[in-house]
């Protein structure tokens, strides 16, 4: 079967035609600034030239819609119908309590969705909004969302509630959620794979580290905690995120700056991290230059940024009483072994996790990096979020 996987923002659309029978990528694609002048829609399939469309595309609708016009073309088009493709797998943020697994839609779940855009104010509009599209675009094509909450649901009560009164759960949700679930299972479930480890009980520690970071523990592929929490902003240092704070941070720079909530919460979002740290890019190649030409707080960024990454592997370690793997993915943890090769140096040693050099100096594609007498076996382990929608949509509708 081909499974579509869409991953709509708000002014973007982002999909990949995967044939599900090798896991191969047919053709994959950007519909950019939609709803706004100047929308582009740029198509990319395998052994056949580029196609870019500049077009208006008013709504998700139109985008939809040609995405599909793309997908079935004759010239650059990989299908020759749309009765090729099985059906659409979704990205979709946020679930709330209310869904714990991927699942097929039907309005019970719409409704879900659009009860969680308070939770996911900036996703949940836009992946409700590509849903619509493709009902109306293909009616009857199985959609399938895949929500990025969903990895957080097997978390215990420990983890995930928040020490504030219980109130403001039962009226709000307001719990730990986490994000980045589904490249979480994904890579889990890779890990105890490519790594033969115990499928029930193995411990493994996710690292993904890229833009947004955030990292995981989790029992045979469950995940019994993550680091962010009500929204993504929580734990890790980030590319423009603070990460774990002091709460009362917010009400000082609010006071002090005549600044509302909604604005501090912007600067903790958008403007802190690694950018806010060294002032120099929220990308991390920019900050890592700036530290070799001397950058003192471009060096104090990265430091800071391995130090967090570090403490939460420990504070996970304890929480599972124990650790067999931890693996590292995302643009910093696929591409970067200096960083790689630091956390574990540096701070690891206690736990008897060692790097081997020669295995850390690989790219793109899974490998064992740690050395045969490290008692932690380490990887890097590319992340597939695409490929793990289309897997759970197939799983769904095959069912
Ligand atoms: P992601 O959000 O997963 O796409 O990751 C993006 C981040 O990965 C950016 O900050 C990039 O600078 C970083 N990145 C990509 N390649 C490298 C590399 N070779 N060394 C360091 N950082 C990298």
């Given at each position: 079967m081909k499974i579509l996987v869409l991953n709509c923002g708000s002014s973007s659309l982002k999909y990949q035609l995967i044939d599900?029978?090798?896991?191969?990528?047919?053709a994959k694609g950007l519909c950019e600034r939609i709803g706004i002048e100047g929308s582009k829609l740029t198509h990319k399939a395998p052994g056949k030239d580029d196609f870019e469309l500049e077009t208006a595309m008013p709504d998700h609708g139109v985008a939809v819609k040609l995405v599909f016009d793309a997908l079935t073309d004759?010239?650059?088009?990989?299908?020759?119908?749309?009765?090729?493709?099985?059906a659409i797998g979704h990205r979709v943020l946020h679930a709330g309590k209310k869904i714990t697994e991927s699942i097929v839609v039907n309005q019970e779940v719409k409704d879900i969705i659009r009860e969680c855009f308070d939770l996911g104010p900036l996703h949940n509009p836009a992946n409700l909004l590509g849903i619509e599209a493709c009902e109306k675009v293909v009616p009857g094509k199985p959609n399938v969302a895949v929500f990025d909450t969903t990895f957080g649901m097997t978390l215990p009560e420990k983890a995930y509630y928040?020490?504030?009164?219980?109130e403001y759960y039962e009226k709000y949700g307001i719990r730990r959620y986490g994000f980045h679930g589904t490249s979480h299972n994904f890579v889990s479930h890779e890990t105890i794979k490519f790594g033969n480890?115990?499928?029930?009980k193995a411990k493994v520690i996710v690292c993904h580290l890229g833009n947004g970071a955030s990292i995981s523990a989790s029992i045979g592929g469950k995940g019994?905690?993550?680091?962010?929490?009500?929204?993504?902003?929580?734990?890790l240092i980030m590319g423009t995120r603070s990460g774990?704070?002091?709460?009362a941070v917010v009400q000082f720079i609010a006071n002090h700056e005549k600044l509302s909530v909604d604005e501090v919460l912007n600067i903790l979002n958008k403007k802190s991290g690694v950018l806010g740290l060294?002032?120099?890019?929220?990308?991390f190649r920019d900050v890592e230059k700036a530290a070799e030409e001397g950058n003192h707080m471009a060096q104090v960024a990265l430091e800071a940024f391995q130090y967090r990454v570090a403490k939460y592997i420990g504070s996970y370690a304890a929480a599972m009483n124990g650790v067999d793997a931890i693996t590292f993915t995302a643009g910093v943890g696929e591409n970067d072994k200096a960083t790689r090769k630091e956390i574990v140096e540096k701070y690891l040693g206690f736990i008897g996790a060692k790097i081997d050099d020669e295995r850390n100096n690989v790219r793109g594609k899974a490998a064992l990096?740690?050395?045969?007498?490290?008692?932690v076996k380490i990887f890097m382990i590319p992340t597939n979020e695409e490929l793990a929608i289309a897997r759970d949509t197939l799983r769904l509708v095959e069912a």
């Open positions: 599900m029978q090798d896991e191969s990528v047919l004759a010239a650059h088009g990989v299908v020759k119908s749309v009765d090729e493709i099985g928040y020490a504030i009164p219980t480890l115990d499928p029930e019994v905690d993550t680091s962010m929490g009500l929204t993504p902003l929580e734990g774990d704070i002091d709460a060294s002032g120099v890019s929220s990308d990096i740690s050395s045969d007498d490290s008692k």
